[in-house]
């Protein structure tokens, strides 16, 4: 085949590609890929293309993807027919023309997750609360280790979690990752010994990025939103690729963003620890950040997270939500409840420890201390991410927080159990009564949660506050059930009683009976309070 | 005397005052004045004055004060000689020089309080923890309450107290304001007997503000901050005063900072309760904070109070700290700490609710209540203000938390107690290991406090963690002094015996000879632990 055959089979391919119009859902992925075979680095081929469906417009920018491929992914944001036209700075891929119709969105595609007031919603207006987990190196290892993890999410009930894209050390010993986001030019060892990785830092290896994706739709079908850790402290030197510059690093960005910014789960967490990461200063995040907003014509969920107890300035409207690594305040509903307020945007614990039996002390919680630390955050309004930590010292076996593979602790069924009765209830829970009652919860009009946390105790005197957070207050002569839910059992059992709430007395309503709810002798019931209609 | 005398008169009155070269201390104030028949209304003259020294330059506004006087106020914020200028409006005030020379401060002037870190300093770097308390009407009715309020506020320990400009509503019925900021033009009685009040919204009223400053000057001579509190809603529509546009305000706020700008005790405090103002927007109150900034060349302290767990966007620059209602936040000294670790800003609870026996429950804390909520605050690394509110329902007597006059109640010995006990330590508070350690607070190298709080507990086992804030770890080998300071009986106990520290054990020293601290069966226990040299 000489050099005109190739032009010419090369031109027919893209007039193909183009021609077709493809229908899809909204929020679904659309692909086209172009064949060229570049002079010089194929990353550095510049392509975009525009899709317009009357006064919308979005612009996206392409990929290489290896092999002489080209792709442009979108994801139509509304129905209709959106028509595009690319741009490059190869004229072989330049005013190249397609469209395609998208269609409304069936069965469990509900559109791209964002906020909505301090909590979050699907684009379709359905909530969605976050009961994420942690797999930092989900991506990464063996694809025995990753389906098992996949396989492991799939069975859990958590709806989020969290990934790295950069490679993290490896604390299993037989496990080391396959591949790399950038290009490995060469890889010897030190005279000590010491592995030296050598960076194409101007390439990226299409072959990690696939898997990627692949990944990222296992996530998607399982209804788990993918959240993308785009840097971490975990490098230790091993790698170096923390240290390199931010121009090297707002490239892999825009390679990462343009790969997978069409995919509706992925979030962007600009990292994990941030003040861990030696190599960034706070100047240098916030220019990360708006990097990627920049390059994310749909601006996706996006945050950062740092150390315990290191708040970055979350009130930057480049975070569309709040994600910290803290215990403090999910120590009581109330302390929760106070962030809320502050921030003015959602909330995410994305650590508070994690169960295991590590000797770390931030990962040897018990299963009933993350169930615990969880149950206060959603009572208080937040959101709170599990992970897992269990070792056998023998036997070697995976991390699930970050190797990925089974579930071996207690409190994921319960984190599952308690995301249930959320889902069950009007309204995303906020403290009735913020900073004067520490356990009544509401969730609209006539629906409680009374949290009784480690306290056990023979009875519960029928009892509500008059506030009512954001809805109405509980009037005299209304009447209530009560279910008491047992979070460690996973029981629930309908109260045999009603109550009946008197006028208000001093701030709170009673029954009008002064009748109590006999409880079990049990730590972690949560009440639930229904009005009867 | 003609026209031209008077003229004459006036220009050598003016020519004296500029003569005249004053000496006194920085941070002190300067003020000459000036003599002028306005034609029209003499608040609208224009008069400036800028001083110089060396490099350094500060423009200040100038402002009339009743009787054809106009009067400049400067306070010298460096030593030497400081050269002005005045610009006005009308010829006779303009142009007119003079000079001051301030020199070294002396005795208990220390200079402005302005943040350090996440706390407050003076000016000279002298540490200042604020321990304040409320007088919401100090500077408004008779001037014998006033005079009560002052002798009170000089016996009490307080060096801090939040109080109103405009008028506040008088719970107390004998007692009503004695003059206005703004000049009363008519108040009459309508139809039903409602007062009505006609303001004159381009004059001031001179003999309201002579008062102010009197008031300011005294706290001053106390060592008192004044917290200004510039606008509230407790007109409740009675003056109609938080009524009127932004433009009438915006006057109000410079002809005020004109006037007391030159106390360097002052603080803006734009609001209380300003969610509650149902006048002004989230927006007004941004454009009435950078009206106070631009007017204020000193950049005293300056931040807002909203109702409770009602936070503003305290991040926007033009607040020095967090001024907050709301007790979430000193349930324990974690959340208090969290607090600082999100704005990076010292914080201050202005309003926690207030000691006393009204039937409003934010009015009737213990004093065990209120002595607990501060020093759970202020081990945590925050600072929390105090309030009274008592009444006797028979005599109406004032209430000190409004009307002024005497204290009644018990935590403010306490609070006084503690104010001592943390301004003999080398560092302000912060908490030893954040979001780990609910107790343990560390006030620098190896000097710790440890808050037994409500618990009553025969014994404490020497512990303390391996973290220690900013400052250096616990030595194996240090050894340690322990006084046992009950704050409710305001007593310190040395405890007999010393202490020496291990090796850290999982996060944690403990005395080498595994000994405790025998204990009374009291609770609102604090432990001080100081390292022995």
Redesign the interface.
């Known amino acids: 085949m000489n050099l005109r055959h190739l032009i010419l089979l090369l031109m027919l391919s893209v007039a193909v590609a183009a021609r077709a119009q493809a229908t899809l859902e909204c929020w679904d992925r659309f692909e086209v890929s172009f064949t060229h075979a570049a002079k010089g680095n194929p990353f550095d081929v510049e392509l975009s293309a525009t899709f317009t469906n009357g006064a919308q417009q979005i612009t996206v920018r392409g990929f290489y993807d290896g092999d002489d491929t080209y792709r442009i992914r979108f994801m139509p944001t509304a129905e209709g027919e959106w028509r595009y036209t690319t741009r490059s700075s190869v004229r072989a891929l330049n005013r190249q023309q397609g469209s395609l119709v998208a269609t409304a969105p069936t069965g469990d595609n509900h559109g791209m997750v964002q906020t909505k007031g301090l909590g979050f919603a699907y684009a379709d207006g359905t909530r969605y609360m976050p009961f994420g987990t942690t797999n930092y190196a989900l991506a990464q290892f063996r694809p025995k280790t990753q389906e098992k993890t996949i396989e492991t999410l799939s069975k859990s009930g958590f709806n989020k979690t969290r990934f790295c894209i950069l490679p993290k050390d490896f604390p299993c010993p037989e496990e080391e990752p396959m591949s790399y986001p950038f290009l490995l030019k060469s890889r010897t060892k030190d005279a000590d010994g010491k592995d030296c990785f050598e960076w194409d830092t101007e390439r990226f290896d299409p072959v990690y990025f696939q898997n990627l994706d692949h990944r990222i739709e296992q996530l998607l079908a399982l209804g788990i939103e993918a959240d993308l850790i785009l840097f971490h402290p975990y490098d230790r030197g091993m790698w170096g690729i923390d240290a390199f510059s931010n121009e090297v690093h707002i490239r892999y960005l825009e390679y990462l963003i343009a790969r997978v910014g069409a995919y509706r789960n992925v979030w962007w967490s600009l990292a994990n620890e941030w003040d861990l990461v030696k190599t960034k200063t706070k100047e240098d995040w916030k220019i990360l950040t708006r990097a990627v907003v920049a390059a994310d014509p749909y601006r996706h969920l996006c945050s950062i997270h740092g150390g315990?107890?290191?708040?970055f300035?979350y009130?930057m409207p480049e975070y569309t939500h709040v994600s910290i690594q803290?215990?403090?305040?999910v120590?009581?509903s109330?302390?929760s409840?106070?962030?809320r307020?502050?921030?003015?945007k959602p909330i995410i614990c994305d650590e508070i420890g994690y169960e295991g039996n590590i000797?770390e002390?931030w990962a040897r919680l018990s299963g009933q201390q993350m169930t615990y630390f969880v149950t206060n955050g959603v009572l208080g309004g937040i959101y709170v991410t599990h992970g897992e930590c269990y070792r056998d010292p023998v036997e070697q076996e995976f991390i699930y927080w970050s190797d990925g593979g089974e579930l071996k602790g207690e409190s994921w069924k319960r984190i599952a159990f308690l995301r249930s009765i959320m889902e069950e209830a009007p309204n995303a829970p906020m403290m009735a009564d913020?900073?004067?009652d520490?356990v009544t919860t509401t969730c609209g009009d006539g629906y409680y949660f009374v949290n009784l946390g480690k306290n056990i105790q023979s009875a519960w005197r029928f009892n509500l506050p008059r506030s009512n957070g954001y809805y109405p207050r509980p009037k005299a002569g209304t009447k209530y059930k009560v279910d008491i839910i047992n979070l460690w059992e996973m029981t629930i059992q309908e109260y045999p009683h009603l109550f009946e709430a008197t006028e208000v007395i001093?701030?709170r309503v009673y029954d009008k009976h002064h009748r109590d709810v006999r409880l079990p002798d049990a730590p972690y019931l949560l009440l639930r309070i229904r009005k009867v209609e």
């Open positions: 315990t107890a290191v708040y300035d009130w803290d215990e403090g305040p120590f009581t109330t302390a409840a106070t962030l307020q502050i921030y003015h000797k002390r913020i900073s004067r520490e001093d701030y």
